[in-house]
């Protein structure tokens, strides 16, 4: 299907969401769980990248050595080729200068089964980027299923567990409170087990330390993830594959589920590589190592627009 039968299918809309919950879901766009087979992901473009303090990783990295941004941006391609290889359709943001963050296009909004939303980010030198997420997916056709307005909320801190099943970080920082409870309200209305997860600033998001691998298959930092946490997910019957803290701590937890036993990973996150290839996953690792100085990885690097089972 063509950009413009999308548009056809799918008007975009600034208002598509139930307030009384019973939303109806994208048919061309949008996905159940986190671990179906990606058809589309939504990438920025790292042409304007600057390695500015976002984070207590990015700061780290800033005053011991600071990213090399060409280098960065090669790894980027690598990336990109990545997807290629395994037949994903790319889109992206419009680059501009005045975004210098916008690579990270987990964080100005979250695809969902009835559209996207837009999120509020912390640091005022990225709010751009939610602006720009709207001009995005009115390009594409994709209507916009709400904005966060109660508190600052960023696309990293969404992490759906399985069908109809999310997990929200909110670490004060990045992601505040009032915007957790305000995101968990919309998706307990639709009927979704929602559970926020209260962690510390440092982490920055919750997909830092908790990413889906494949169904009941779930990659944790056990060093840094609240044990509640864990036991909840053990309770849905989820196996654990247990990121070491160093390696979580250079984002090796910071991956991007392709579904069907197939997963991009920096090459830094030996211990997880080795055990996907134990079980036959498919890696394409990928080194991330100087892009990922500028404050975030592989999964802050994508917003999956669609997956289909199977």
Request: some cysteine.
């Amino acid at each position: 299907m063509t950009v413009h039968d999308r548009i056809a299918a799918e008007p975009f809309s600034l208002q598509r969401r139930n307030p009384a919950g019973g939303t109806k879901p994208l048919t061309a766009w949008g996905f159940a769980n986190e671990t179906d087979a990606l058809t589309d992901v939504l990438l920025g473009s790292p042409n304007f990248l600057r390695h500015l303090s976002t984070s207590s990783l990015s700061r780290k990295h800033l005053r011991e050595a600071p990213c090399n941004v060409q280098i960065a941006q090669a790894q980027h391609k690598d990336l990109v080729a990545a997807y290629e290889h395994f037949g994903v359709h790319i889109h992206w943001h419009e680059p501009t200068p005045e975004l210098p963050m916008q690579v990270y296009s987990r964080d100005s909004s979250v695809m969902t089964p009835y559209g996207a939303f837009i999120t509020a980010m912390s640091q005022w030198w990225r709010r751009g980027e939610n602006y720009a997420a709207i001009r995005t997916y009115e390009k594409l056709g994709i209507p916009i299923y709400d904005m966060v307005t109660a508190g600052t909320f960023e696309g990293g801190d969404f992490n759906v567990i399985e069908d109809g099943v999310v997990l929200i970080g909110c670490g004060g920082a990045r992601t505040q409170e009032e915007g957790a409870r305000q995101v968990q309200a919309w998706f307990d209305k639709e009927g979704w087990e929602t559970r926020i997860a209260f962690i510390d600033e440092y982490y920055v998001h919750i997909d830092l330390m908790v990413v889906p691998i494949a169904e009941k298959l779930t990659a944790v930092c056990l060093a840094c993830t609240e044990p509640g946490i864990v036991d909840w997910l053990k309770g849905k019957g989820h196996e654990i594959i247990d990121v070491p803290f160093q390696d979580t701590m250079a984002l090796g937890c910071n991956f991007m589920s392709l579904g069907k036993d197939r997963v991009i990973a920096p090459t830094s996150s030996q211990t997880l590589i080795g055990q996907l290839k134990a079980r036959g996953f498919e890696v394409a690792a990928v080194d991330m190592s100087e892009i990922s100085k500028t404050g975030g990885g592989i999964h802050c690097m994508a917003q999956a627009l669609k997956r289909v089972p199977g």
